[in-house]
Every structure is written in structure tokens, then in C-alpha cells.
């Protein structure tokens, strides 16, 4: 019984800073400014600059977790078979830039992007034409894929790294050649890991606005620059809270995807 | 300096003294309130550090220092009320909005004897956003125009009007503002308009005119500019006056093979004024003056020109510099030159957000 | 034949690898390299130079931004772990239905958009009249470091057994001391890495300190967007590297150190 207390603090915090925070999103969302209740805030999202930004954040963020699986599934294979003792290593390796400062890591592709940037330079100095990507689409898409990628690396690893060994042993006994192997056997059985991997992309692509902002020149309106510019410049809180809502609507698809495939919590990265 | 590297070296240390820390982290975090503070809004670059400091060691009043990146972003800040400040310098239309909207004091000149230093010319231009001075101390002024880099313009197509930024030969090769305001500016005078026209056909003419510019525009920034511009990465963006002796001297120290040139185009311009005013919840409005007056000593006022390099309206200060760079037309040029040029004015609340609508249409087609 | 094929493999393999590691590690070693060039062009090496060092470490705002870091991650984690392990523990002993309710609710910070989270919570300080500062940018952090807290400690809890707490009790032993002296050590792990993972998402954050920060206090991350949105200093470049630097030591000491022993 007296366990039950040693809960208490924590959900007095939850109340006050997760559930109270919350309901205020929902209250500011579905109500106009002099406190009545609407629903424009959350049906402006069909505003054509609106639903332009959304469907913008939407493709960029889904191209974004597709580039994340192609890389990392293959990535996530050679570092199961290279075994513990070196593997271990080598992820290692592959998250260190993770630990990075996320706008230091963003950073640093601005100046490698620019114009006059270390690409362009390397590439003139080989007589090559430069690349025009920054302030791009395609230069938010690389942003998202290079902050991303490792959470996407993480947890389809750890899944793959349960497979027992005797399993795929078995298969190639009873015939089964790579490809079978890898479609029958491997891929089902990373499923958990792969769609934890997917919304732990996709949710922070899809909301991002730090990415479109240094590496797309504030040209490229995502829904995650809208609702930031409705909080600090437009002053208009209601509408940026009705815009919340919208999006909370697709992290909480993400969620209900993970209750459904990853039961046990295999796939987390951590 | 010193004091904050031991303070890092002793963070290690201080898991002995987190519970005592953990009863009195809510008191030691920073309040308003108290005597001897005094919290300054301000934008990006624009003091020089040493002044604070200075500032500091002078009254006692310890400064609690805080940066903007435009007025837009500034405003809800203050209306918000979620930082309470002491000091603010938001430009003239903002003002004009803050003071129509209730949120400014009325400024004690009592404790603001310096005022007479600034030169009556620019408390008579403010008079069209605080028609009585009642509310704002004027910091710093300048224009809007173009920069353009010598060695990526041909001369012949060097910009004279704000219309030359329509000019495809300079595709990819242009950083516009990425404020409203000023955006909607170069538009609204390229197509011969006031820059505070609330009339809603010239607000779409200027909205489609700045869609139609978008494919031909490299970025939108703000105080980018500068730093862009120097580096080669654009041919032509939209700056402000301010910037152009820090360019100057830039480019000089860096010893680049081009230089970099200020227009004013011919359709005339924004004139703009940014001063200081007090939030009418300012926790400690006679520091606020204090930090006001302090501002406008010829000397300090100086100090703080030779950093920031805006055209400063202290007339103490002014007659302080070179002759040469007083005459300097890049970097104080002859009011009575800008007469098509227009000061903003706050358009009311539904005209803003017209802008706003506008804007962001621009900004996601 | 099968000796040949094994051999492509490995070789498609590691040329992957390096393909990966080039386009992760490109950006670091150019800011690391652009950290010593003494001109501040990006394109033109301009000798060797530890200048941009010495501009970082006399600048008093990068200096109290890294102090405000530190801080603000080294608190947050220790309260959260504090509230989170408590926590963890009680929730271990409930019953199924208030059980998956709290861990339902244990995942929305960390399965919420930080966006979301960041909006949520400023309009709830302006709401309860808590001005922005030092305070709300720790209280944001520990709310969402809780959750990692708990995730780190509950499969520990799981794999404790129960019986020696009970056994301690019998032989007399207090509840806070059967806790301290039979449950503690076995979760330890968990408590440390929980800790550990809160202080790294503290650290990292951006988003939701950029809403919830208040006047005159910057953390690294706020501090860099907006020297970024001015322009970039090779300062910056000197930064990163001195961060990354110390993050590689820092892991390769808490990764590679206990092994060792074993």
C-alpha cells in the first residue's frame, strides 16, 4: 500500500505539466480569440497555405523515413553479421554524431551546402559543376535524413540482434536461399523494430521547423514553421494551437501503429 | 569571464550541494521585481557589450539582457506578458501599435536629462507614431536598400529601382527580407503604392507581385544579409542603412576582389526609426529610465555607433566623430534626399493581419 | 567459388560502411577542420590558427549559455530520476488497469511532437503566471526526462524478484532499508542509464527550450540558433568541435570501460 504513494509526485507532475498543458492546446485550439468556441482554428488546416505546408511536410517528412529504412535496414544487416565484439564497435561509431548538437549538426551542412560552401569548392577545384541545393527541398530532405538516421539504425539493429542464429540455420537447411531468408524470415521478424524506427522518424521530420529553416532559406514553408510563426510572430495562439491539434491527430496514428506491432517494446532504441 | 569558466569546473561539485540546490532552485532562478535589475529587449547586434557592463559598474543595476529578431516576433512577447521587461527598442510602427494597444508608460523625462542630446529633428519624426514624445526615446535610424556585389552586377545593370529585384538575370542570386513589412514594401513601392496602404486591391497586387518574385529569390533573412552578401553567395539583397560601414570595413580587412555597394531606389524608401520605450508592466520602470538616459550620453552613445555602426539621431554623439564619416552618405544619408520615402505607420489590427495572411501565402506558394 | 562470393560480400559490405561513416562524419570534420583556419573563408585555407578558440572562451555569453546547459541537464536529471524512479516503483505494483492508464500517459512527452510539447507547455506557464526563465526551462526538461527515467528502471524492476524483498522484510528489516539494501542494487543499472539518457535529451534539446525560455537565458541550443540566423562565426565551428571531442571521450569512457573489467 505505501508504494502507492512514491507515485504521488510524479502524478502531480503529470497532472500539472503534461495533462494541464494539454488540455489548454485543446482549449486554445477550439476557441477564437474572445473565448467562444469554434472550430476554424482547426479546419483552416484546409486553407490552401495551410494544406500546401501540410502536404509539403507530409511528402518531404514520408520521402525522408523512406530514404531512412533504405539506408538503414542494409546498414542494420552488415552490423548483425559482423557479430558482437567488432559490431558493437562500429555502432558506436554510428551513433557518435547523434550525440552531437542537433543545430550543430545542421549547421554544418548549411556550410557545406552554400554557394561558396566547402562543397562547391571541393567540387570547382575538380572542374566539376557545382550542386545548387541549398535552400532546396532536397537540402531539407538531406537534413532530415542526416539527424534522423540513426533513429531509424537503432532500433531495427536491436530487433535484428534477437534473432537467434539457429533460426535462419533452420531455414537454410530445409533450402532457403538468401533472398527467402532475408523475406520469409529476417524482414517479418524486424517488423516491430522497423515501424518504432518509421514514427521515430517521421513524427520529428513531419513537425520539424529548425531543419527548414537553416537549410531551406525560409523559402519552404513546413507545418511545423506555421504553427511556430503563429506562436512567436503572428500572435495568433489559437490558431497555432488548432493547428497542434491537427498534427497530434497523425502522432497519435504513430502511436496506436506502435501499440500494434511492437506489443512488448522491442523496438525501442534505448 | 573568469568567474563562469570556475563556475563550469565546479558544476561536477555540485552534486554534494543538489539537495540543498533542489529546496532552492525556485528562488535562485532569476526574478523581475526585485531592486537593482533591470531587463533590456533588444534586437540582435545592436549594443555594444562593453556598454552593459559599463552600464553595470555605473548604477549598480544589474542588466538582464535579451535579443529580438524582428518587432513581429517581439510583440507577443511583450503582450504575453510571460517575461515582464524593463526597456524595449521596437521600430516606429510597432510602437505605434504598442502604444494604441495600452502597453507602454509614459517615460519620466525628469529621469532622463540626456534627452537633450538627441537632435529635435528625429523627435519631430517621431512624433508620427508617439505624437506627443511622451512614450519613446529614439536609439538608432536608418533606410532600406540594396546591396549589391560589383563583381557579380554588371555595371550596366547595376539596381537603381526596387524593381530591378524582378530582374531575372539575377535568378537564385537575390536575399530578400523575410519580414512582413519590409517585404511588402519593396512590392508595394515598386508598383508605386505607400508602403501603409491598407487598401486591400494593392495589398493582393503586391502579394502576387512577391509570389511572382519567389522562384527568382535565393533566401529570405533577415540579418543574413550581411553575412551572405559579404561572403559572395548572392549578387543583390535587401539591407538595411545601418550595415554599410561595418561592410566597409569588412570587406577591406578581408581583402576581397569585390566590393560591395549601398542603393537607395528611386521609388523611394522606408525611413526607420527604432527608440526605446517602457512596457506599461515594466517591474522597474526607473532603472528602465536610468538604462535610457545612460543610452543617450554622447559618449556612450559613441561607443555604442562605433559597434553597431546604425546612424545614430544623438547629436552629442554625432558631432563627437571623424568630419569623414559624418560626411559619409552611405552611412548618414540627407534626410531631405528620401522625400518619397515614407515612415511605417501601424495599421490596426485587421489591416495587420492582412499582411500577415498575405505573407504567409507568399511564403508557402 | 564460395570463397570469392564471401569475398564480394564483404567488400559490397564494408564499401557500404565507409559510404555511411563519410556521410556522417563529413560535416564534423569539416567544422573541425574550418575550426583552425585562420581565414574566415570557407572555401581558402588560410594557415593554422587557434584564434576562434580563444574568441569562444572569452566570450562571457557562450561561456554562461554552456554553464546554463550543464546545469539545467545535470538538475533535470537528477529530479527526474528522483521522481521517476519513485515513480517506476509504485506503478510496478499496481494493478493492470491503473497501471498501462499511467504508462499510457508516461509516453506522450516522449511520443508527442516536441513542437507540441514545447507550445503546450509555455501556454501553460503563461497561464499559471510563471514568468519565463531558469525555472520553466528546468521544469520543461524534467517533464520530458521522466519518461526515459521510468522506461530505463521498470524492466529492471521486472527482473528483481520479489521474495528477497519480502525476505528482508522478515528478517526484520524496515521497508526503507529492505529497499536500499535488496531492491536498489539491482536496479542501480537501470537508475544510472536512466539518468544518463535524460541528461543526453536535456542536453540536446532545442524546440522545447526555445519556448519555454524567458528573458536573458540561453541554453547552447537556443544560443547557436539565433548566432545562426545572424550569420555564422568560425567560433561555432571551434564549439562543435570542442563538443564533439568531449562526447567521444565521454562515451568511449562509459561504453568501453566496464567491459574491460569483465
Known amino acids: 500500500m505505501s508504494k502507492k504513494?512514491?507515485?504521488?509526485?510524479?502524478?502531480?507532475?503529470?497532472?500539472?505539466?503534461?495533462?494541464?498543458?494539454?488540455?489548454?492546446?485543446?482549449?486554445?485550439?477550439?476557441?477564437?480569440?474572445?473565448?467562444?468556441?469554434?472550430?476554424?482554428?482547426?479546419?483552416?488546416?484546409?486553407?490552401?497555405?495551410?494544406?500546401?505546408?501540410?502536404?509539403?511536410?507530409l511528402g518531404l517528412s514520408f520521402i525522408s523515413t523512406v530514404l531512412c529504412l533504405i539506408l538503414a535496414y542494409p546498414l542494420a544487416m552488415v552490423l548483425r553479421s559482423r557479430g558482437m565484439g567488432q559490431g558493437s564497435f562500429i555502432v558506436f561509431i554510428f551513433i557518435l554524431p547523434m550525440w552531437m548538437n542537433f543545430l550543430l549538426r545542421t549547421l554544418a551542412w548549411q556550410t557545406l551546402l552554400e554557394k561558396n560552401g566547402v562543397i562547391n569548392g571541393i567540387l570547382t577545384a575538380l572542374h566539376l559543376p557545382n550542386q545548387n541545393l541549398i535552400n532546396t527541398s532536397g537540402a531539407i530532405i538531406l537534413g532530415m535524413v542526416y539527424n534522423f538516421l540513426p533513429f531509424m539504425v537503432l532500433p531495427i539493429y536491436n530487433v535484428l540482434m534477437k534473432i537467434d542464429d539457429n533460426v535462419i540455420s533452420a531455414a537454410r537447411d530445409l533450402g532457403a536461399n538468401s533472398v527467402q531468408v532475408l523475406f520469409r524470415i529476417l524482414f517479418p521478424l524486424s517488423i516491430p523494430g522497423i515501424v518504432s524506427g518509421i514514427t521515430m522518424v517521421f513524427v520529428p521530420a513531419l513537425t520539424t521547423f529548425v531543419i527548414s529553416n537553416l537549410l531551406g532559406g525560409s523559402k519552404i514553408l513546413l507545418i511545423g514553421n506555421v504553427i511556430e510563426q503563429e506562436f512567436t510572430k503572428g500572435s495568433n495562439w489559437n490558431l497555432g494551437s488548432g493547428l497542434s491539434l491537427v498534427l497530434m491527430i497523425f502522432i497519435l496514428i504513430s502511436m496506436a501503429l506502435i501499440a500494434k506491432y511492437d506489443k512488448n517494446g522491442e523496438g525501442t532504441a534505448f | 569571464m573568469k568567474k563562469t569558466l570556475s563556475k563550469i569546473m565546479t558544476v561536477g561539485s555540485l552534486c554534494a550541494l543538489t539537495l540543498s540546490l533542489l529546496s532552492g532552485c525556485g528562488k535562485s532562478a532569476p526574478k523581475s521585481g526585485s531592486a537593482g535589475e533591470v531587463y533590456v529587449y533588444n534586437w540582435g547586434e545592436y549594443i555594444d557589450e562593453s556598454v552593459i557592463q559599463e552600464f553595470e559598474k555605473e548604477t549598480g543595476i544589474k542588466v538582464v539582457y535579451d535579443m529580438f529578431e524582428t518587432n513581429e516576433e517581439m510583440y507577443p512577447v511583450i503582450e504575453a506578458g510571460g517575461v515582464k521587461?524593463?526597456?524595449?527598442?521596437?521600430?516606429?510602427?510597432?510602437?505605434?501599435?504598442?502604444?494604441?494597444?495600452?502597453?507602454?508608460?509614459?517615460?519620466n523625462f525628469d529621469n532622463v536629462p540626456n534627452i537633450k542630446e538627441i537632435d529635435p529633428r528625429y523627435q519631430e519624426m517621431s512624433k508620427?507614431?508617439?505624437?506627443?514624445?511622451?512614450?519613446?526615446?529614439?536609439?538608432?535610424?536608418?533606410?532600406?536598400?540594396?546591396?549589391?556585389?560589383?563583381?557579380?552586377?554588371?555595371?550596366?545593370?547595376?539596381?537603381?529601382k526596387w524593381s530591378d529585384l524582378w530582374d531575372v538575370k539575377f535568378k537564385d542570386n537575390i536575399l530578400m527580407q523575410d519580414s512582413v513589412r519590409d517585404a511588402f514594401m519593396v512590392a508595394l513601392k515598386s508598383l508605386g503604392y505607400s508602403s501603409n496602404t491598407t487598401n486591400e486591391e494593392e495589398i493582393k497586387e503586391a502579394k502576387e507581385l512577391l509570389i511572382k518574385q519567389k522562384p527568382l529569390v535565393q533566401a529570405y533573412v533577415i540579418d543574413q544579409v550581411r553575412d551572405k552578401m559579404i561572403g559572395g553567395e548572392a549578387a543583390v539583397g535587401v539591407i538595411y542603412s545601418g550595415e554599410m560601414l561595418?561592410?566597409?570595413?569588412?570587406?577591406?580587412?578581408?581583402?576581397?576582389?569585390?566590393?560591395?555597394?549601398?542603393?537607395?531606389?528611386?521609388?523611394?524608401?522606408?525611413?526607420?526609426?527604432?527608440?526605446?520605450?517602457?512596457?506599461?508592466?515594466?517591474?522597474?520602470?526607473?532603472?528602465?529610465?536610468?538604462?535610457?538616459?545612460?543610452?543617450?550620453?554622447?559618449?556612450?552613445?559613441?561607443?555604442?555607433?562605433?559597434?553597431?555602426?546604425?546612424?545614430?539621431?544623438?547629436?552629442?554623439?554625432?558631432?563627437?566623430?571623424?568630419?569623414?564619416?559624418?560626411?559619409?552618405?552611405?552611412?548618414?544619408?540627407?534626410?531631405?534626399?528620401?522625400?518619397?520615402s515614407e515612415v511605417y505607420k501601424y495599421l490596426g489590427d485587421e489591416v495587420d493581419s492582412r499582411y500577415n495572411e498575405a505573407w504567409k501565402e507568399v511564403k508557402s506558394n | 567459388m564460395n570463397r570469392k562470393t564471401d569475398f564480394i560480400k564483404r567488400f559490397v559490405q564494408d564499401f557500404y560502411l565507409v559510404i555511411?561513416?563519410?556521410?556522417?562524419?563529413?560535416?564534423?570534420?569539416t567544422m573541425t577542420v574550418l575550426s583552425f583556419n585562420s581565414s574566415k573563408s570557407r572555401t581558402q585555407w588560410g594557415g593554422f590558427t587557434t584564434r576562434w578558440y580563444t574568441e569562444l572562451f572569452s566570450s562571457s555569453t557562450i561561456?554562461?549559455?554552456?554553464?546554463?546547459?550543464?546545469?539545467?541537464?545535470?538538475?533535470?536529471?537528477?529530479?527526474?530520476?528522483?521522481?521517476?524512479?519513485?515513480?517506476?516503483?509504485?506503478?510496478?505494483?499496481?494493478?493492470?488497469?491503473?497501471?498501462?492508464?499511467?504508462?499510457?500517459?508516461?509516453?506522450?512527452?516522449?511520443?508527442?511532437?516536441?513542437?507540441?510539447?514545447?507550445?503546450?507547455?509555455?501556454?501553460?506557464?503563461?497561464?499559471?503566471?510563471?514568468s519565463l526563465g531558469f525555472k520553466t526551462i528546468l521544469i520543461s526538461h524534467i517533464t520530458f526526462n521522466i519518461p526515459y527515467v521510468i522506461l530505463s528502471v521498470m524492466p529492471k524492476l521486472k527482473q528483481t524478484d520479489k521474495s528477497t524483498y519480502e525476505a528482508a522484510m522478515d528478517l526484520g528489516a524496515t521497508s526503507v532499508s529492505a529497499f536500499f539494501k535488496v531492491v536498489f542494487p539491482d536496479i542501480l543499472p537501470g537508475v544510472l542509464s536512466g539518468f544518463l539518457l535524460a541528461f543526453t535529451m536535456s542536453l540536446d534539446d532545442f524546440i522545447i527550450t526555445h519556448f519555454t525560455?524567458?528573458?536573458?537565458?540561453?541554453?547552447?541550443?537556443?544560443?547557436?540558433?539565433?548566432?545562426?540566423?545572424?550569420?555564422?562565426?568560425p567560433s561555432m565551428y571551434a564549439l562543435s568541435n570542442i563538443i564533439f571531442i568531449t562526447v567521444l571521450v565521454l562515451l568511449l569512457i562509459t561504453n568501453f570501460a566496464p567491459k574491460r573489467k569483465k
Open chain 1, 5 to 57: 504513494i512514491l507515485s504521488g509526485p510524479y502524478i502531480m507532475w503529470m497532472i500539472g505539466f503534461i495533462l494541464i498543458p494539454l488540455a489548454l492546446i485543446v482549449y486554445y485550439g477550439l476557441t477564437d480569440r474572445s473565448g467562444a468556441f469554434t472550430l476554424a482554428n482547426v479546419l483552416s488546416v484546409t486553407s490552401p497555405e495551410h494544406a500546401k505546408a501540410l502536404w509539403l511536410s
Open chain 2, 128 to 160: 508620427s507614431f508617439d505624437p506627443e514624445n511622451k512614450y519613446s526615446v529614439p536609439y538608432c535610424w536608418g533606410t532600406v536598400g540594396i546591396l549589391y556585389n560589383t563583381s557579380m552586377v554588371d555595371p550596366k545593370d547595376v539596381p537603381t
Open chain 3, 20 to 29: 555511411i561513416l563519410v556521410f556522417l562524419y563529413a560535416p564534423i570534420a
Open chain 3, 63 to 130: 561561456m554562461t549559455a554552456l554553464y546554463n546547459t550543464l546545469l539545467i541537464a545535470f538538475l533535470s536529471s537528477l529530479i527526474a530520476v528522483i521522481i521517476g524512479t519513485a515513480a517506476a516503483i509504485a506503478i510496478n505494483g499496481m494493478k493492470r488497469v491503473p497501471r498501462s492508464l499511467l504508462m499510457g500517459v508516461t509516453n506522450i512527452p516522449m511520443l508527442n511532437a516536441d513542437i507540441v510539447t514545447g507550445i503546450s507547455l509555455m501556454l501553460a506557464f503563461i497561464a499559471f503566471g510563471i
Open chain 2, 85 to 107: 521587461y524593463d526597456a524595449v527598442c521596437p521600430s516606429d510602427y510597432m510602437i505605434q501599435k504598442m502604444i494604441e494597444n495600452n502597453l507602454l508608460a509614459e517615460i
Open chain 2, 246 to 340: 561595418y561592410i566597409q570595413n569588412e570587406v577591406k580587412d578581408l581583402g576581397l576582389d569585390y566590393s560591395l555597394e549601398y542603393v537607395i531606389p528611386e521609388e523611394g524608401t522606408n525611413l526607420w526609426l527604432d527608440s526605446w520605450v517602457i512596457p506599461a508592466n515594466a517591474p522597474n520602470k526607473e532603472n528602465a529610465e536610468k538604462w535610457i538616459d545612460f543610452l543617450c550620453r554622447p559618449d556612450i552613445a559613441k561607443k555604442n555607433f562605433d559597434y553597431i555602426t546604425y546612424p545614430t539621431p544623438n547629436k552629442g554623439a554625432f558631432d563627437l566623430l571623424d568630419p569623414e564619416l559624418q560626411n559619409n552618405k552611405a552611412v548618414f544619408p540627407d534626410v531631405d534626399s528620401l522625400k518619397n
Open chain 3, 213 to 233: 525560455r524567458g528573458a536573458g537565458i540561453n541554453t547552447l541550443s537556443t544560443l547557436i540558433y539565433s548566432e545562426v540566423r545572424r550569420g555564422i562565426k
